[in-house]
């Protein structure tokens, strides 16, 4: 969904999160001032979009380390939410039973159980 990003001291592997509305501070405004930077469309969302488009890919191809993709809905906020007008993606996964992959799990685990990994998400893949 599109949001105003408060702050986190915590650092992705990408760096700094990058806030999905522009002006900084806009958290804290009026729902009617947030509802000017909307964005009808997650197109441009890259974080999104990506995150959608792998799990379709991956569903498709009946990939069984992640989960399926049962529905998706694109939709707008309400006026009682984050950025009134802005995109919203709701997608409904199947349950996926067995460990999570986490960066954690993934790092800490052999490297042959690593590349164990790599392998199955590159067979899904192609």
Not at 10 to 33: F, N, V
Not at 88 to 105: C, D, H, N, R, T
Request: glycine share 6%.
């Amino acid at each position: 969904m599109q949001f105003v990003l408060l702050f986190r001291s915590k650092k992705t592997s990408k760096g700094l999160q990058i806030p999905r509305i522009p002006c900084e501070g806009s958290e804290y405004q009026p729902a009617d001032m947030r509802a000017r930077q909307a964005s009808t469309s997650y197109e441009d969302d890259f974080d999104i979009k990506s995150q959608v488009y792998v799990l379709e890919i991956l569903t498709n191809h009946g990939c069984k380390s992640t989960p399926g993709i049962l529905a998706r809905k694109e939709d707008l906020q309400k006026k009682t939410d984050l950025v009134p007008g802005g995109y919203i993606v709701y997608v409904l996964m199947q349950y996926l039973l067995g460990i999570q992959l986490s960066e954690e799990f993934f790092w800490n685990s052999e490297y042959s159980v690593r590349e164990e990994i790599r392998q199955a998400f590159k067979a899904a893949w192609l």
